[in-house]
């Protein structure tokens, strides 16, 4: 639980500092906008980039652990869309499944793969960073402009959603970074040093901005919504890991420690990903901030459980 402490406590220090600093009016009313305005736009887009146009694709062939991870995700994904799209229509329906299915592989993954299986387990933490920036993310984002589309004509649609994915930043930075490194360049170190102090803002800042919307949001001292992220939240901790414990190790071949790490990862709270989506197409964004803040709180218990039972208790 230490392990899994060490990891969890900086997240909860830096949504208590934005939460502070907007109760106490060092922050103004117009501070999680602005925050979420410069991870979208800047910071996310900076690490998109960097993710994908560093990546060395030798180092990261492990075809194994992606598939499972992979399909562990997309299983919880559209799931919880199908469920929800009912209710809640396809663009809450899809930051709801997003919520459900992305795990925190970049900001929490690092660490705790380092603590547990030590610098072997960085390509590995990689690919599953990779998988939820740009396929889980790219999915929700095509999902959430058909839904909040007026037009049902499929032609109009398409048009209009297509437009607004190509001046989207959170899908045209991965894909530059794809063809960057398929092209072969190295990357200058100017450029290397820029994207890492870009991309390294982005994190702590959409913590920080979580921190603010908790602050001004209403409905957060309120228990309306209160099963819906429960739900959420043991979909996250429990569905998405289980899934990823039957796939790894029943269904593709690979080493065990291929097969625990892929389902670590797989129980990671909430990233803030989906809160930076609900905030930037105004839809969910409480349920999302609560459902963050829920299920990296549960996975202190969850996540030490999982390292005891997997054999790394000691």
Same mark, same amino acid.
């Given at each position: ?109 690092? #660490? ?33 402009? %058909? ?21 989207? #930043? ?92 892929? %389902? ?51």
């Amino acid at each position: 639980m230490l392990a899994t402490l060490s990891v969890v406590i900086p997240i909860f220090g830096l949504v208590l500092a934005g939460y502070i600093c907007r109760r106490t009016g060092v922050f103004g009313n117009a501070a999680t906008a602005e925050l979420n305005r410069f991870v979208v736009w800047l910071g996310l887009p900076a690490l998109f980039f960097d993710v994908t146009a560093s990546a060395s694709w030798d180092d990261l062939y492990h075809p194994a652990f992606a598939a499972a991870f992979t399909l562990a995700c997309l299983f919880v994904l559209f799931l919880v869309l199908i469920l929800r799209v009912r209710t809640r229509g396809l663009a809450d329906g899809s930051i709801d499944a997003l919520n459900a299915a992305y795990p925190n592989s970049g900001y929490m993954g690092f #660490p705790l793969g380092f603590l547990i299986f030590g610098p072997e387990s960085y390509p590995l933490v990689t690919i599953s960073a990779i998988i939820t920036v740009c396929l889980l993310f790219g999915l929700t984002i095509v999902f959430v402009e %058909i839904g909040i589309r007026d037009e049902r004509r499929f032609w109009p649609m398409a048009r209009s959603v297509t437009l607004s994915l190509i001046r989207n #930043p959170l899908l045209v930075s991965p894909a530059l970074g794809v063809l960057y490194a398929w092209s072969g360049l190295p990357m200058p170190k100017s450029a290397g040093a820029f994207l890492d102090l870009l991309g390294g803002a982005a994190s702590p800042c959409a913590l920080v901005a979580l921190g603010t919307f908790m602050a001004d949001d209403k409905t957060s001292d309120d228990r309306s919504g209160t099963g819906e992220v429960l739900l959420l939240t043991s979909l996250k901790l429990v569905l998405l890991p289980l899934a990823a414990w039957v796939l790894a190790y029943f269904v593709f071949e690979q080493p065990k420690q291929s097969a625990d790490l892929a %389902i670590l990862l797989a129980a990671l709270p909430t990233g803030t990903g989906p809160f930076m989506l609900a905030q930037y197409y105004g839809h969910a964004a409480a349920i999302t901030a609560r459902t963050i803040l829920y299920s990296t709180l549960g996975s202190v218990v969850t996540i030490s459980v999982l390292i005891y039972l997997l054999g790394y208790g000691g």
